[in-house]
């Protein structure tokens, strides 16, 4: 694959913040997407980074640093319908899309 | 308008068997992609159909294949099917290839090999 990498579990508390990271291969990168999967249910899109920056969304932004091949996901004002699975996917020259394992967020209240 | 279908949502096959899962897009969407999902290894690529012709292929062994129609829907097929193959099976379409964009995902096909 093209190693990328996102902790497996995070844990936080309703109405707080919680950042995921994700890290990946910078050579032939194109970019980056995020994705949420509540369970048993289909993944569904949440943002797409090819430039560098943040872009916000409501409560959820995410932030890219191509140089540094990391990118973060940032969930505001958590809420208990965050709980999910947060998937960093990454493209590549070879043009397929790489997902890393996943990182479960657990929302207590 | 509708999302993406996969069918069937659940089966159970025995080793050396073979099956075949059948994917419909979005309307008006040309590319399809699959994805095997196990828990811990996340979702592996599998292959990528665009207007008819295989775009990319991931890491995969040749039991592992799919077409797509002209009508865009897909199918793939896993022939002598191994334990291993015990996965969920997801399918999802986009507009234009599918590291351009959006993905839409189906519910998945959940595979259980005995």
């Known amino acids: 694959g093209q190693n990328i990498d996102q902790p497996t579990e995070m844990t936080a508390t309703e109405g707080a913040i919680v950042q995921i990271n994700c890290t990946y291969q910078?050579?032939?990168?194109?970019?980056l997407f995020w994705y949420q999967q509540h369970a048993g249910e289909a993944p569904t899109f949440l943002s797409y980074?090819?430039?560098?920056g943040l872009e916000e969304k409501g409560r959820f932004s995410s932030f890219l640093s191509r140089s540094k091949g990391y990118s973060y996901l940032l969930l505001k004002e958590l809420q208990m319908k965050d709980s999910a699975s947060y998937l960093c996917a990454s493209t590549f020259n070879d043009y397929k899309l790489s997902f890393g394992a996943g990182t479960t967020v657990t929302v207590r209240a | 308008k509708a999302g993406v279908t996969q069918t069937p949502r659940y089966l159970i096959k025995t080793r050396g068997q073979q099956v075949t899962l059948s994917c419909s897009p979005i309307s008006g969407h040309r590319s399809v992609s699959w994805y095997q999902q196990t828990p811990g290894q996340g979702l592996q690529f599998l292959f990528e159909?665009?207007?008819?012709?295989?775009?990319n292929k991931g890491n995969f062994p040749g039991r592992f294949s799919g077409r797509q129609f002209s009508n865009s829907r897909s199918e793939m097929n896993v022939s002598t099917l191994e334990l291993g193959d015990s996965a969920l099976y997801l399918c999802a379409s986009s507009i234009g290839t599918s590291g351009s964009g959006e993905l839409f995902f189906g519910e998945g096909s959940r595979l259980t090999v005995l």
């Open positions: 910078t050579s032939g990168f194109n970019g």
């Open positions: 980074n090819v430039l560098d």
């Open positions: 159909y665009f207007s008819e012709t295989q775009r």
